[in-house]
């Protein structure tokens, strides 16, 4: 079988991620793929926080022809902060409906960096809003988030990602912004009462056996210093397995072979 990475979310961390997708084989001195048939998961928020989100699309857009070329893949799963920037860009000054605040104040609260919207171009726009918000890797079930939402716009991957890429060509504020305000959500999976149930549900909607998810930095569920983060968190019973380093927090980030040890339910 061929190897299946996943990175957590970089938020603009060009330089980490440069230095991780290296340490793992996957990149050359060049910055060129060299995963040969691997495979790449980017779980989502390439973009905010840090400070070279534009260099991050423009590298990853550039893996995935590579990898493509080579005989493996690169994937990218759309986040929040992902389509935070795309609706920064589409309705700007606009005020977000019920509210005094618009959507590039929002999106700048958020950790939207001003530059970012000057370089983005086109071509970045058209692709990120196509990435997809869920998939299955063998039996894997990836999404950005740890988050009920996905079952708001569908009861099938190709449903979700149907709504969702649907929704980010729209030109509806309010429908941008009651997604915004739902990945809002966190931690869906996590309480010791209902989690497990929560996510065996999840999983037999969707499908797989493990969900693998970013959004929420593995500090802010351990309570480990950022610094000390460098592998997933497993929970729910091992039916969850956290992603995000919390790299634009401090954290070194990771590169996660999935199958390399984490325990299946
Ligand atoms: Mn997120």
Not at 11 to 21: D, F, N, T, V
Not at 80 to 95: C, E, K, Q, S, Y
Not at 222 to 245: I, K, S
């Amino acid at each position: 079988m061929t190897a299946v990475h996943v990175i957590g979310d970089v938020h603009g961390q060009y330089e980490k991620l440069r230095g991780l997708l290296r340490s793992a084989g996957l990149i050359d001195a060049g910055d060129a793929w060299s995963g040969a048939d691997s495979t790449l998961w980017f779980m989502g928020d390439l973009v905010d926080h840090g400070p070279d989100s534009i260099d991050v699309i423009e590298l990853v857009t550039r893996l995935r022809e590579q990898a493509a070329r080579a005989g493996g893949r690169v994937h990218v799963l759309i986040g929040n902060h992902d389509v935070l920037l795309l609706a920064a860009h589409r309705f700007g000054t606009r005020p977000i409906p019920g509210s005094d605040e618009t959507f590039h104040d929002h999106w700048e609260e958020n950790g939207g960096q001003a530059g970012d919207l000057q370089r983005l171009k086109p071509d970045h726009i058209g692709w990120l809003s196509s990435l997809p918000a869920m998939a299955l890797q063998r039996e894997h079930l990836l999404t950005h988030g740890d988050t009920l939402l996905y079952t708001d716009y569908g009861h099938s991957i190709d449903e979700v990602n149907r709504a969702l890429r649907d929704l980010l060509r729209s030109d509806d504020p309010a429908r941008w912004h009651r997604l915004l305000d739902r990945f809002g959500e966190h931690q869906a999976f996590v309480d010791s009462a209902t989690g497990a149930a929560r996510a065996e549900s999840f999983l037999a909607m969707f499908g797989g056996r493990q969900l693998v998810h970013g959004h929420t930095p593995i500090t802010t569920m351990t309570g480990q210093p950022p610094e000390a983060v460098r592998e997933p968190l497993l929970y729910a019973g091992g039916q969850c397995l956290d992603v995000d380093p919390g790299m634009y927090l401090g954290g070194p980030g990771f590169v996660y072979r999935l199958n390399s040890g984490d325990e299946m339910p």
